[in-house]
C-alpha cells in the first residue's frame, strides 16, 4: 500500500485526519518535531505540535537544550487537544518526569485513540533526550497507554535493565520485545538498524526490525527487512519512522500495515539523504514522492 501516492487523504473542503507530535525541536532539521511535520505532510495528514525542549543542533550534534516545563507543555496540549483534537499522538524527546506526565494525562483526559511512543532516550552524540530520573515514569506512565512503542536497540536494553550488549541478534530483539509487552502497550515495533554497529557484524546487510503484539499467540513475532543502505546520512531515522507508523494510524490502517508503509517510507528517505552540515545529514523525506 502506498499511503504517499494517490491515497493521499486531505482534500478541500474535508477535515484531514489530524496528527499530534510531543517532541523536541531540532534547530538542524533532521530529527525531532521538523522531522516529525515533514512525514506527516508527506502522508497527507494533518501535522500539529507540543515542543517539550528546544534544541540548538546541528549535523555535528546537540549544543544545548533548553527545557520547558510541564506547565508549558501541558498549556500546548490543552489548547490543540480542547479545540482541534488528534486521531492520532507521537512522543518523542520528552527529557523530564514533569513531561512524562503531563503528556500521559493529557492522553487520558482527551482519549486519544492511537498512541505512538518513541521512547527516545539519547541523540547520536550521546546526549540525553530522556532524564534518568524520566525512564521510570515513561516506563510506568506512558507504555501502559501506548498502542505502539518504537524502541531501538539500546533503548529496548535501557528500558529492560538489560545490560548494553544483550541483544545480539533477531531472536534476541523478539525475546526483548515480547518483554517490553509486559510493561503494557499493545504492539512492540523494535528496530534493529543499531544492531550491526554495536556488534561489528559484518554480515548485517539488512536492516531486520522486529513487531509484536499482545493478541498475537507467544512466539509470534513479524520481521520486516530491508537491505542497509551504506549512508552516514541517517539523522533522523526514528523519529520518522515513529511518525509515519502515527500517521498510517491516523489514516485508518492497521499496526501491522502501518508499520510496513513505515518502513518502506523511511528507507526511500535514507536512501535519497542529503548531507546537509559537516556531520551526519538528514533524511529527505519527499523522496517518497516519486
Ligand atoms: N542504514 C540503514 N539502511 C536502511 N535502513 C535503516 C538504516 N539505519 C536504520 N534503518 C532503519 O530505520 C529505522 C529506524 O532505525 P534505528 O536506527 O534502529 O532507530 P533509531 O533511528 O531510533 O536509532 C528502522 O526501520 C531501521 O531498520
Ligand atoms: C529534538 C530531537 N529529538 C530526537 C532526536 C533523536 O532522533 P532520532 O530520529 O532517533 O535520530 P538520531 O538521533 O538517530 O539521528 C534528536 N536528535 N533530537
Known amino acids: 500500500m502506498n499511503m504517499c501516492g494517490d491515497e493521499r487523504s486531505a482534500s478541500a473542503g474535508m477535515t484531514p485526519p489530524r496528527v499530534l507530535t510531543i517532541a523536541g525541536s531540532d534547530s538542524g532539521g533532521g530529527a525531532g518535531i521538523q522531522a516529525d511535520l515533514k512525514t506527516f505532510q508527506e502522508f497527507g495528514v494533518y501535522g500539529m505540535s507540543a515542543i517539550t525542549a528546544v534544541t540548538a543542533q546541528n549535523s555535528l550534534g546537540i549544543q544545548a537544550i533548553y527545557t520547558l516545563d510541564e506547565n508549558a507543555v501541558q498549556a ?10 488528534a486521531d492520532a499522538v507521537k512522543t518523542g524527546m520528552l527529557l523530564s518526569p514533569g ?35 524520566a525512564i521510570l515514569t515513561l516506563r510506568n506512565e506512558l507504555l501502559p497507554i501506548a498502542e505502539v512503542v518504537t524502541p531501538n536497540v539500546p533503548e529496548a536494553c535501557e528500558l529492560l535493565g538489560w545490560a548494553e550488549d544483550a541483544i545480539r541478534s533477531v531472536e534476541d530483539m523478539i525475546q526483548a520485545a515480547r518483554r517490553l509487552l509486559e510493561f503494557g502497550p499493545q504492539y512492540v515495533f523494535l528496530k534493529g538498524g543499531h544492531l550491526a554497529s554495536i556488534h561489528g557484524n559484518a554480515k548485517a546487510e539488512d536492516c531486520i526490525d522486529v513487531l509484536v503484539s499482545r493478541a498475537s499467540s507467544k512466539n509470534e513475532a513479524l520481521l520486516f527487512q530491508a537491505q542497509r543502505i551504506l549512508s552516514k546520512h541517517t ?26 508503509v513505515a518502513k518502506r517510507f523511511v ?3 535514507i536512501e535519497a539523504s542529503v548531507p546537509v552540515g559537516r556531520g551526519v545529514g538528514s533524511l529527505w523525506h519527499a523522496a517518497n514522492r516519486e
Open 267 to 269: 528507507t526511500k528517505a
Open 235 to 260: 539523522h533522523g531515522t526514528g523519529c520518522t519512522t515513529a511518525s509515519a507508523i502515527a500517521a498510517g494510524l491516523a489514516l485508518g490502517i492497521s499496526v501491522e500495515e502501518a508499520v510496513e
Open 99 to 133: 513531561n512524562v506526565l503531563a503528556v500521559a494525562s493529557a492522553i487520558r483526559q482527551y482519549g486519544i485513540r492511537h498512541v505512538v511512543v518513541d521512547p527516545v532516550l539519547y541523540a547520536k552524540d550521546g546526549s540525553a533526550l530522556l532524564r534518568q530520573e
Open 76 to 85: 500546548q496540549l490543552d489548547s490543540v487537544l480542547s479545540d482541534i483534537g
